[in-house]
T-cell receptor
Framework: EPEVTQTPSHQVTQMGQEVILRCVPI?????FYWYRQILGQKVEFLVS????????KSEIFDDQFSVERPDGSNFTLKIRSTKLEDSAMYFC????????????FGEGSRLTVL | QKEVEQDPGPLSVPEGAIVSLNCTYS??????FMWYRQYSRKGPELLMY????GNKEDGRFTAQVDKSSKYISLFIRDSQPSDSATYLC???????????FGAGTILRVKS
């Protein structure tokens, strides 16, 4: 069964360092997302991406964050200068088309900022 | 009022019981309603997906949506210890870009 894959599964970094989280969405999906879940809290929307541009972003997704689809398969989330409060699970998700809520998530990348 | 409310539990039931999980919401624009299952430190796994009001059944799982009451439910029949997880409700608007999640209900099924 097709799945969303994410790397790394866990990354530990020092505050102020840049981090890149990588995702390979399901191959025929066209809409890509990043969500975040701080330990013990809700899953929160960060950003959506379609046709090589951001279609929507949340208040959390400030200038420290960026997304990119560098080739036909990868989708990345970059955090330029990590803060302690960026520690969370980051989930990549994809769906095939608009007008549907069927969003499929990866297993997540756990980011720990020290 | 929170956009999506969900009792965090934990809900503890014996094996074989019928489980009822639910969420309420305030945004009448929501049209898509999902239930996800999440094991500890794993990604959300889509269980059920419903558009607008009505019921949907898939094996031991039944999802119900009552838009007039802004209330959705997930029923699990013949619950198993392997059903022990956190159950997240999530909702989206028509052609909406994002899902809005509930806080999740922790379910423990005891053998």
């Amino acid at each position: 069964e097709p799945e969303v894959t994410q790397t790394p599964s866990h990354q530990v970094t020092q505050m102020g360092q840049e981090v890149i989280l990588r995702c390979v969405p399901i191959s025929n999906h066209l809409y890509f997302y990043w969500y975040r879940q701080i330990l013990g809290q809700k899953v929160e929307f960060l950003v959506s991406f379609y046709n090589n541009e951001i279609s929507e972003k949340s208040e959390i997704f400030d200038d420290q964050f960026s997304v990119e689809r560098p080739d036909g398969s990868n989708f990345t989330l970059k955090i330029r200068s990590t803060k302690l409060e960026d520690s969370a699970m980051y989930f990549c998700a994809s769906k095939i088309r608009p007008g549907t809520g069927e969003l499929f998530f990866g297993e997540g990348s756990r980011l720990t900022v020290l | 009022q929170k956009e999506v409310e969900q009792d965090p539990g934990p809900l503890s039931v014996p094996e074989g019981a019928i489980v009822s999980l639910n969420c309420t919401y305030s945004n009448s624009a929501f049209q898509y309603f999902m239930w996800y299952r999440q094991y500890s430190r794993k990604g959300p796994e889509l269980l059920m997906y419903t558009y607008s009001s009505g019921n949907k059944e898939d094996g031991r799982f039944t999802a119900q949506v009552d838009k007039s009451s802004k209330y959705i439910s997930l029923f699990i029949r013949d619950s198993q210890p392997s059903d022990s997880a956190t159950y997240l409700c999530a909702m989206a608007q028509e052609y909406g870009n994002k899902l809005v999640f509930g806080a999740g209900t922790i379910l423990r099924v005891k053998s």
